[in-house]
């Protein structure tokens, strides 16, 4: 578990360092008074860094409700704050932004406390993994209700992208063999 959150950290830190990104310091706070989100200078303050999770999210998540396919491809061809590489997060990463609230209401999503996220709508957003019982779903998470539940892929919902993170479709690195070396 530790080797994956320093592999984590320093994909981020890749991300951060090829793509120039600084992190502006900002009053958003979680309950314990301690920083959790930054707005990123190098995304011209349209991407917010999660120092819990090392993740980078778009601080306004597409309200337009799509399907599953044209989320995936709204993601990947995507350029927010003049930077490209987003991706739909998985359920597992959307789910690290809910946080009920006793105080909640019908029109507000469940966010951590003083957020600095803009338009996110309380709804179910697409993710990219789907129940392995039926291909033709996708998860979503709801904001709302906090909870996960599978969609037909050919249903609507907002999306909202994400960058970072590990991937498990990394494909293991294999030993190379050198002719000439023993």
Known sequence: MKSKRIAASLVVLLVVLSTGATATEVPFVDAENTRRFSLLDAFQGQAVFDHTTRLIWERSPLATEVTWTTATTRCALKTVGGRTGWRLP???????????????????????????????????????????????????????????????????????CVQGGITDSTPPSSPTTRPGLI
Not at 97 to 116: M, Y
Not at 126 to 149: E, I, N, R
Request: hydrophobic share 35%.
């Open 90 to 160: 998985s359920f597992i990463e959307l789910m690290t932004l809910v946080e009920p609230s006793p105080q909640q209401t019908a029109i507000l999503p469940s966010l951590p406390p003083n957020h600095p996220f803009q338009g996110v709508k309380a709804g179910a957003y697409w993710t990219t993994d789907a129940p392995s019982s039926d291909p033709g779903q996708a998860y979503t998470v709801d904001l709302f209700h906090a909870d996960v539940a599978p969609r037909y892929k050919n249903q609507i919902h907002p999306l909202w």
